[in-house]
Every structure is written in structure tokens, then in C-alpha cells.
Nanobody, 123 residues
């Protein structure tokens, strides 16, 4: 299963980026979707998750009030709008499809993963 994340790049601190991830219809139509990130030398961490209906959303405390996750089921796509970016947001961002309808902050609860897109925030 291929998940294709895009939208990463280089941005100055305080700037914004928008990520998107196209998911195969059969694998994500009734599943939660999430974003994780992995910085160099660090473990992968949860960023945001959204249920299949879009009514239950979770954020890591580190990105709350700065990032917004959304999805358009008709396009089988999940988005991550990032604003007020900080150098510590620099990481490879991965989208993932949850095993069930709800997204959690645990990697184990995700079945499919994308290769990731690089986000670099300069100070």
C-alpha cells in the first residue's frame, strides 16, 4: 500500500507549510488517519490524528494551536496545515492509516505508513 505525502520543504521560523497525503481508497475510507514525524537522532512521534468522520481530532501538545489536521474523504486525502513553525518542527513527516476508525497517538494503532516528506525550519 502506497501513501504519498507531499508539501514539505524549507521555511523560515514563523512561516507556514501545508502537507497532504493521498491514501488508497480501499485502505482509508473508514479508517482514522494520522501524521507522525521523526527528527534526526530521535524516535518517531505522534503529531496529529483524525477519525474517519473527522469528528475526533487529536494533537500532540507540542503542535496544538499551531497545526491543523483535516481530511477530504471524497479525495482520499489527509492534510496537515502547519503555521508558526519552529526549528524544532524540523523532521520527516509521515502520514499513516489507522487500523480502525479512530486515530490514536500510538504507532501500533496504525497499519499503513507513507515514506514521508522532509520539513526543515530555519532559525
Amino acid at each position: 500500500v502506497q501513501l504519498q505525502a507531499s508539501g514539505g520543504g524549507l521555511v523560515q521560523a514563523g512561516g507556514s507549510l501545508s502537507l497532504s497525503c493521498a491514501t488508497p481508497k480501499r485502505t482509508a475510507s473508514n479508517n482514522g488517519l494520522g501524521w507522525f514525524r521523526q527528527a534526526p537522532g530521535k524516535e518517531r512521534e505522534f503529531v496529529a490524528g483524525i477519525s474517519w468522520r473527522g469528528d475526533i481530532i487529536r494533537y500532540a501538545d507540542s503542535v496544538k494551536d499551531r497545526f491543523t489536521i483535516s481530511r477530504v474523504n471524497a479525495k482520499n486525502t489527509v492534510y496537515l496545515q502547519m503555521s508558526s513553525l519552529k526549528p524544532e518542527d524540523t523532521a520527516v513527516y509521515h502520514c499513516a492509516v489507522a487500523r480502525g476508525p479512530i486515530s490514536t497517538n500510538r504507532e501500533y494503532d496504525y497499519r499503513y505508513w507513507g515514506q514521508g516528506t522532509q520539513v526543515t525550519v530555519s532559525s
